[in-house]
């Protein structure tokens, strides 16, 4: 058993996830009320959402407790990075929704939600976030205020001892090597969310919105396969889709199985690891990317609001569309972990095209039904490029640096 084991953990963790994507197909199909299987999806979840938030809060103050003066984390360019990639989602959504412009059968069904009222409640929840109590924020995942902790307690104990510094460091790898331990477990985590899915919702209830999802998930793929890497191409100036395309297999499939960023969180802490990236800055680059780094998201907010307008026959010129596009990029970064994700978005971009709020929550519950393959794409988007833009800022550095010397 032990060597079947050892061979088994020998095979490279993707294709150990085909077989689980397979065999949670196959039960799903042959045993669809043996309800039992979807225990090993959830245990896995909540297992990678369980150690992400205090992985990130170790792994972000020892690093910046350690860190040295002048050595260079690439924060700013990763964070420009970021901001670009989210702003063209948006603006490319906005031109896919002229191009293939798309009217909804609007349905009741997220009566109980609670959008916010404006973009100032968005912020202003933001800022209330960094401030938030250390404990309560590790409880709710809450991770900019776990990241504001983690900086400020990171530079508080840059003047400790060595033998604190130490035991941070100790603290940080044993947290680091559970989570190994968790992604192992990957595989079947992954055939209980497979068969889940296949049971819970099937495909029937998406066929009514084939062309609401082929723009969506359209946009995604073309966020994916074509702005990221000439993002990649402009600073890294080589062939981006080996890091692309490696980015997508090892991070994208585990994100969109998952369906949470957070949860992928040691995933994309793990292949920078992997990459041999430099941990002072993927320790908070990770984590600020499963925050602030939405390009799906605003995909999403941008696409199923122009959807709302065509819909109810609101004419609208591209330049208010364009508005749209930049809304849709900063809500989908400050209201990052708000329950219901991008969609409790939609209404507040509704409002600046004077769509009622009682339509606007009915697009919200189209969300809701398509949201079985809309969230797993956003989240493999968002999720893969936190690893992509973090490699390829330290690329481009260390190209700058080969060249000077």
């Known amino acids: 058993m032990n060597a079947l084991l050892l061979k088994w953990n020998q095979v490279s963790l993707v294709k150990r996830i085909f077989v689980g994507i397979i065999i949670g197909s196959i039960l799903a199909l042959a045993f669809p009320n043996a309800t039992g299987f979807t225990i090993f999806g959830s245990l896995f979840v909540s297992a990678l959402k369980a150690v992400a938030p205090v992985l990130v809060l170790l792994l972000v103050m020892t690093a910046i407790s350690q860190h040295k003066k002048g050595h260079q984390t690439n924060m700013k360019s990763i964070i420009a990075l970021y901001g670009l990639s989210t702003f063209l989602a948006g603006l490319t959504a906005v031109i896919a929704s002229f191009i293939f412009p798309v009217s909804l059968s609007l349905v009741a069904g997220a009566g109980d939600l609670s959008p916010p009222d404006g973009i100032v409640e968005v912020l202003k929840s933001l800022l209330f976030k960094v401030v938030d109590n250390p404990v309560n924020a590790l409880m709710n995942a809450n991770y900019i205020g776990i990241l504001a902790w983690a900086l400020l307690l990171g530079i508080a104990l840059r003047s400790a001892n060595d033998s604190t510094k130490i035991m941070l460091t100790n603290f940080s790898d044993a947290v680091s090597h559970i ?10 985590g992954i055939m209980g969310l497979v068969y889940d899915s296949i049971t819970a919702n099937g495909l029937s209830s998406l066929l009514d919105y084939g062309k609401l999802l082929l723009v969506l998930i359209g946009c995604m793929l073309f966020m994916a396969l074509v702005v990221n890497p000439v993002i990649v191409y402009l600073k890294i100036r080589r062939n981006p889709y080996p890091l692309v395309l490696y980015c997508l297999k090892e991070s994208g499939i585990t994100a969109f199985f998952t369906r949470s960023s957070a949860a992928n969180i040691p995933v994309n802490m793990s292949l920078c690891e992997k990459l041999e990236l430099d941990k002072d800055t993927y320790s908070v680059s990770i984590p600020l990317g499963a925050t602030i780094n939405m390009a799906g998201a605003a995909v999403t907010i941008s696409v199923l609001t122009l959807a709302a307008v065509h819909t109810v026959g609101i004419e609208v010129d591209f330049g208010t569309a364009l508005i749209l596009s930049i809304l849709s990029a900063v809500a989908a970064a400050g209201a990052s972990g708000v329950a219901g994700g991008s969609l409790l978005l939609i209404p507040l ?3 600046i095209f004077g769509i009622s709020n009682d339509v606007a929550i009915q697009v919200v519950g189209v969300g809701f039904i398509i949201g079985v393959l809309q969230d ?6 968002n ?12 690329y481009a550095e260390k190209r700058k640096e080969a060249r000077n010397s």
């Not at 999720?383 to 330290?394: H, I, N, V, W």
């Open 349 to 351: 971009a509704c409002s």
């Open 376 to 381: 797993s794409f956003e989240t493999a988007l």
């Open 179 to 188: 989570v190994k331990w968790v992604i192992n477990l990957a595989p079947l």
């Open 383 to 394: 999720s893969s490029s936190d690893l992509l833009f973090t490699a390829t800022a330290e």
